[in-house]
């Protein structure tokens, strides 16, 4: 795929969505970053429902500490792997007290030392949280950058790679949340829905069906 054809792309996704961002539903880079943990393997709206209930209760490191494994686990139950994700949010919530004054880190490096937290979640936080132009891609912008053309690659890393690379400047600081959008509602899975497909024209995508 040319660089005159992705910009197009973008173009087009910028026009029906102009100002995207995420669905979870957060009020600080703190509780964006317990959502994102916890939206492991599950789904943002499942998240939500969770944290409709928890944030209102606990939404600093401390207050989470202070509800205790058993007290966490009651607001994350409905969650896939709560169990983990409960110890994980804990570890945390205690590095961020002891290590950086109960403040999320705004680098990748100090990110992913916190538990529960790799290379995906950090790259959502530093773009969603901080403003930062990095591309977090998870199985729905995997799977749209090799479909489509615009950054074809074996991993995740190296289709992250090839995204910062190839993605106009201009776009590249919500072309996280455009991918994963359209992923997630045009160009799914098992049937991407091709004949409402915004880009549809200018994507690479040999079994469209239309």
Not at 2 to 13: D, G, T
Not at 117 to 123: E, I, P
Not at 159 to 171: A, G, S, T
Not at 190 to 206: D, F, M, S, W
Request: net charge positive; aromatic share 6%; hydrophobic share 40%.
């Amino acid at each position: 795929m040319n660089s005159a054809k992705r910009h197009e792309i973008f173009a087009c996704l910028k026009s029906a969505n102009p100002h995207p961002t995420t669905e979870l539903e957060y009020r600080s880079p703190f509780e964006l970053l317990i959502a994102v943990i916890l939206s492991a393997q599950a789904t943002d709206k499942s998240v939500n429902l969770a944290t409709r209930k928890l944030f209102p209760q606990a939404s600093t490191p401390e207050k989470i500490l202070a509800l205790g494994e058993q007290g966490l686990t009651e607001f994350i139950k409905s969650i896939g792997l709560y169990k983990t994700k409960a110890k994980n949010i804990l570890a945390t919530c205690q590095l961020l007290i002891q290590q950086h004054h109960s403040k999320v880190p705004r680098t990748r490096e100090q990110l992913e030392k916190l538990p529960g937290v790799g290379r995906k979640t950090a790259n959502v936080i530093l773009n969603t949280a901080f403003g930062e132009p990095t591309i977090a891609v998870d199985t729905h912008i995997f799977r749209i950058a090799n479909r489509t053309g615009i950054a074809p690659g074996k991993n995740v890393l190296e289709v992250e790679l090839k995204l910062l690379k190839v993605v106009p400047k201009e776009f590249r600081l919500d072309a996280h949340h455009w991918l994963i959008l359209h992923g997630r509602y045009v160009c799914k899975a098992r049937k991407p829905e091709c004949a409402v497909c915004k880009i549809n024209h200018l994507c690479e995508y040999k079994n469209k069906t239309i």
